[in-house]
């Protein structure tokens, strides 16, 4: 496992090491001192930077949402209004396929951050939080689209990536991830079930 550049600020290189220990090794893996060792970085380094086991993991929250926004980047998806549904289907579909291709390993992370989440109430304000900034950008884009319920297409939406990335990425089929024209494909065939094939966008 490589670690960061030396240039890097010591609390993302500390994060990013975290993240990276998590896809690796699962929660039990990611130690104060695993931190250190893998990093590089001299024995309680990483407790300088987060004290506690929970201070660590917000730190990898926080960085996690940091690093999927960067792969899903809606926030640079053209305005469906100008392009209308494909826009739409190819942007997500790039969006999901990145979270499965190259940024596999931050996925997996994503996933034991969750479960994790799921038995620290303190974590999983800082969970939602992060997960809330992006279902907002996602339900801008479906209200563009003309949707008359955003909140039941996004909670759809999300599940469709989230059921298609943890498929591929820790469940059943985790041997075969699609590639980009079959992730478009399946886009396509759950948005015409919202909008409608060919529905004009308002």
């Known amino acids: 496992m490589s670690a ?14 975290a993240l990276a220990l998590l896809a690796e090794r699962g929660m039990r893996g990611l130690t104060h001192r695993a931190v250190d060792e893998t990093a590089g970085l001299p024995q ?3 407790s300088n930077v987060a004290r506690t086991r929970q201070a660590l993991l917000e730190l990898a929250v926080r960085r996690l949402a940091e690093r999927e926004a960067r792969v ?3 926030h640079e998806m053209p305005d469906p209004r100008a392009g209308g549904l494909d826009s739409l289907v190819d942007g997500l579909a790039l969006a999901t396929h990145r979270a499965l291709t190259r940024n596999r390993a931050l ?3 994503r996933y034991e951050l969750a479960l994790e989440a799921t038995r620290r109430p303190e974590l999983r304000a800082y969970f939602d939080a992060a997960g809330a900034r992006f279902r907002d950008q996602l339900g801008a884009l479906v209200t563009a689209m003309g949707s008359t319920d955003p909140e039941r297409h996004v909670l759809s939406l999300v599940a469709w990536a989230d059921g298609l990335m943890y498929s591929c990425v820790a469940g059943s ?30």
């Open 4 to 17: 960061r550049p030396a240039s890097a600020p010591r609390a993302d290189l500390v994060a990013d090491t």
């Open 44 to 46: 309680g380094s990483t």
């Open 72 to 74: 899903l980047a809606l």
């Open 107 to 109: 996925t997996l992370a």
């Open 173 to 202: 089929f985790h041997a075969r991830v699609p590639d980009l024209q079959e992730v478009r494909a399946g886009l396509r065939e759950l948005l015409e079930g919202m909008f409608g094939a060919g529905k004009p966008v308002v």
